[in-house]
């Protein structure tokens, strides 16, 4: 009877875990496939430095963000050189992602998985109340650019801390960060950090998200290569040069994605 009572107990349990598992699987893969109806935007963001002699803007990047969610990051890469070459990082709600350099004609692109799609979809459509998230401390609310943006520090260690500007009527994005160290007055000292210098709720450019579809596709040591040879770097100049990027690693873990995208 005991034996009876033991296995009906663990057949039970059983049964609720693939259930659960099974459950959990399908909300994953229908919030996934979720469409999102955001409001869009056009950013232009300032990477800055601040120190005696090495100050001032760094690179600048824009950012926008579509109606369904994509989002187009243009910035700059820096090379070994000193040298930098503009480059763009594209995210698709269905989890198409990828890096684009227009210099080279080149993409390294893949497909995410079913769990990072719908998490980066659930974070999007359910912000947390002030935009705050675990053991950060909101500081105040202002206006930058007409739009309403909350101020949050985040501290990562007792002399240092990050002051973030998160904006709630764009799902809580964050568009501005301020990185501050303590001063020996007991001060916090911005020492560098992203400077929002424009904001405009429109439409992108629909070009943006379609005029590099036709590029060659490498991964991300083969794109660093052909960028050095067309600088006229060769393996005899610098052969630590061309060895291969530990970016690599997350691109071959990716499905390569088929057909066009936009």
Known sequence: ?????????????????????????????????????????????????????NGGVVSTELVVRRRDGATLRSFTLFKSDGTSVPAKRVDFP????????????????????????????????????????????????????????FRIIRQARPDQRDVVWRFPEYSCAVLQVFHQTLGGDSAWQVIGGLRLVALVETDPDPRAFTNWSDYEEMKP????????RNSGVTPEKCKECFSDDPSDNGYLALPRPSGPHN
């Open 1 to 53: 009877m005991l034996k009876r009572v033991i296995l009906t107990l663990l057949t039970i349990i059983a049964v609720g875990c693939v259930g659960y598992i099974a459950g959990r699987w399908v909300f994953i893969r229908a919030f996934a496939s979720t469409d999102l109806q955001l409001k869009p935007y056009v950013a232009q963001i300032e990477h800055f430095t601040l120190g005696a002699g």
């Open 221 to 228: 040591s083969d794109m660093k290569r052909k960028l050095l």
């Open 94 to 149: 269905d989890g198409y992602t990828g890096m684009i350099i227009d210099s080279i004609r080149a993409k390294a692109t893949g497909v995410n998985d079913a769990r990072t799609i719908s998490s980066r979809k659930y974070s999007v459509m359910n912000p947390p109340a002030q935009c705050l998230y675990n053991g950060e401390v909101l500081d105040g609310q202002e206006a930058l650019f007409g739009h309403t943006a």
